[in-house]
């Protein structure tokens, strides 16, 4: 199952984006915020 380790994944890539790119924080928050809704909505959270 690939669903239990989607969202840690993308917190790690936007966190090290979010460092690499501090400019960039609103926009990666926005869409951390997007994918990790959808996830839920779709039931892919890992809960």
Avoid: D
Wanted: glycine residues 10%; without cysteine; aromatic residues 4%.
């Amino acid at each position: 199952m690939l669903h239990p380790i989607i969202q840690p994944l993308i917190a790690l890539i936007a966190g090290i984006l979010i460092l690499v790119r501090p400019a960039l924080l609103n926009f990666i928050v926005a869409i951390y915020l997007i994918a990790v809704g959808v996830l839920g909505l779709l039931g892919l959270s890992g809960l």
